[in-house]
């Protein structure tokens, strides 16, 4: 991240604290215990989900849905607000990736 600079990273607009909010709402809303609640909105997780929902931008993640009320994951919370998500194999096929050792 260092090398790529601070356009590497999406900057906030009018729109991410709006986000921030619809995303802590809807965690709230959930039957998550209180310790995962509060571990969630502490981690990147929670600013990369309100980005995305507020750009609208796909997520891609190695996590996968679960019905665990002790730990957040970003699938849940993606099909709850109706934000796209990926695995970054089906990211890797969409974009037509090629590696080329040579």
């Known amino acids: 991240a260092k ?3 601070n356009s ?3 900057e906030p607009n009018q729109q991410t604290l709006p986000a921030l909010t619809s995303v802590s709402q809807w965690i709230l809303a959930q039957q998550y215990e209180a ?4 571990t969630f909105l502490q ?3 929670y600013y990369l989900i309100a980005h995305a929902l507020a750009g ?5 993640t190695h996590e996968i849905p679960s ?3 002790r730990k957040i994951k970003i699938p849940n919370v993606c099909i709850g ?3 796209r998500y990926l695995n970054p194999y ?3 096929r969409r974009e037509q990736a090629k590696f080329i050792l040579g």
């Open 3 to 5: 090398v790529q600079g």
């Open 8 to 10: 590497f990273f999406l």
């Open 35 to 38: 310790s995962a609640v509060n």
């Open 43 to 45: 981690i990147a997780d």
């Open 56 to 60: 609208p931008h796909v997520i891609v």
């Open 67 to 69: 019905d665990s009320k």
């Open 81 to 83: 607000l109706g934000i």
């Open 90 to 92: 089906e990211m890797l």
